[in-house]
């Protein structure tokens, strides 16, 4: 993979914003020729600079109207592989990190309401491998890692 110059990031910085946008229009906003810009988009696309493409689905169209960060503590000696692939069964976990600091996971989860965080809270205190979780709800968003 090579490194992004500027071009490169003034490309991928639109793209993060606007990935349905033209080769025309993405040209314009970098001010590059069209070809200049699709054959660096493929080239960074080749070497998994840009992993995908995928549409940004507001989490209330299925009913997830409640978003929370819960940190979780395994128990000492706990499978950490099996317990990661207990979390991927669960939709409403949006996103998991195995992290520093005094958690052991990270979780930002999306619910149906106060019941399913409720619910998925209950899930993971039943596991076996978990010691201890904290929920937090999330207010509000004030910067997603999305739209840098």
């Given at each position: 993979?090579?490194?992004?110059?500027?071009?490169?990031?003034?490309?991928?910085?639109?793209?993060?914003?606007?990935?349905?946008?033209?080769?025309?229009?993405?040209?314009?906003?970098?001010?590059l020729?069209?070809?200049?810009?699709?054959?660096?988009?493929?080239?960074?696309?080749?070497?998994?600079?840009?992993?995908?493409?995928?549409?940004?689905?507001?989490?209330?169209?299925?009913?997830?109207?409640?978003?929370?960060?819960?940190?979780?503590?395994?128990?000492?000696?706990?499978?950490a592989?099996?317990?990661?692939?207990?979390?991927?069964?669960?939709?409403?976990?949006?996103?998991?990190?195995?992290?520093?600091g005094?958690?052991?996971?990270?979780?930002?989860?999306?619910?149906?309401?106060?019941?399913?965080?409720?619910?998925?809270?209950?899930?993971?205190?039943?596991?076996?491998?978990?010691?201890?979780?904290?929920?937090?709800?999330?207010?509000?968003?004030?910067?997603?890692?999305?739209?840098?």
């Amino acid at each position: 993979m090579s490194e992004v110059d500027q071009f490169d990031a003034r490309i991928l910085g639109v793209l993060e914003k606007k990935g349905r946008i033209s080769w025309a229009e993405l040209s314009g906003e970098v001010h590059l020729s069209p070809t200049a810009v699709a054959d660096r988009v493929r080239r960074m696309e080749r070497e998994g600079t840009i992993r995908g493409y995928r549409a940004e689905i507001d989490p209330a169209a299925y009913g997830r109207t409640t978003r929370a960060v819960i940190e979780v503590g395994l128990i000492a000696g706990a499978h950490a592989e099996e317990f990661e692939m207990r979390l991927r069964t669960r939709d409403e976990i949006a996103f998991a990190a195995y992290v520093t600091g005094s958690s052991d996971y990270s979780l930002q989860c999306e619910c149906k309401g106060s019941d399913g965080l409720d619910a998925l809270v209950r899930w993971l205190r039943a596991d076996p491998a978990v010691a201890r979780t904290e929920t937090r709800f999330i207010l509000r968003v004030v910067r997603d890692g999305v739209n840098r």
